[in-house]
T-cell receptor, first 115, second 109 residues
């Protein structure tokens, strides 16, 4: 069964360091998303990406965050200068259909711990 | 702003009992609603997707209903098993997903 793959599964970093989280979407999926879940809180939307550009972003997704598809397969989330409050589980999700009614498939997540 | 609420927050039942999980949302202008399962420290597994035009969707022992006008969805799990123990999340789709906080289910053997 096709699946969304995320790496690393867990990353520990020092405050102020740059982090890159990687996602390999399901083949032929065109819509990509990042969500995050702070421990004990709801899953919250960060950003959506289609046709090599951001479609929508939340107020959380400030200038320290960026996304790109560097090689046409991977989809990455970069956090330029991590803060303690960036500690969370980050989920990549992808969707195949060209409408708003498609099903989203999530990866297993990347747990980020900022010390 | 869309608000999604799930009640109850936690539920413990003996094996074999049917489960009823509730989800409510404040803005009925949605494309669809997805139910997910999340095991501790793990990702989100999609269980059911119910489109805004549908009233019900079934998969095996799972059945989800949707009443868009009243902003409610219910997930029924028949004949629960210990393997059903997990957190169940509902999420409504308005270009992006808005999630509830989840219902943590424990099925006792």
């Amino acid at each position: 069964e096709p699946e969304v793959t995320q790496t690393p599964s867990h990353q520990v970093t020092q405050m102020g360091q740059e982090v890159i989280l990687r996602c390999v979407p399901i083949s032929n999926h065109l819509y990509f998303y990042w969500y995050r879940q702070i421990l004990g809180q709801k899953v919250e939307f960060l950003v959506s990406f289609y046709n090599n550009e951001i479609s929508e972003k939340s107020e959380i997704f400030d200038d320290q965050f960026s996304v790109e598809r560097p090689d046409g397969s991977n989809f990455t989330l970069k956090i330029r200068s991590t803060k303690l409050e960036d500690s969370a589980m980050y989920f990549c999700a992808t969707k195949g259909q060209g409408t708003n009614t498609g099903e989203l498939f999530f990866g297993e997540g990347s747990r980020l711990t900022v010390l | 702003k869309q608000e999604v609420t799930q009640i109850p927050a936690a539920l413990s039942v003996p094996e074999g009992e049917n489960l009823v999980l509730n989800c409510s949302f404040t803005d009925s202008a949605i494309y669809n609603l997805q139910w997910f399962r999340q095991d501790p420290g793990k990702g989100l597994t999609s269980l059911l997707l119910i489109q805004s035009s549908q009233r019900e969707q079934t998969s095996g022992r799972l059945n989800a209903s949707l009443d868009k006008s009243s902003g409610r969805s219910t997930l029924y799990i028949a004949a629960s098993q210990p393997g059903d123990s997990a957190t169940y999340l509902c999420a409504v789709n308005q270009y992006k997903l808005s999630f509830g906080a989840g219902t943590t289910v424990t099925v006792r053997a």
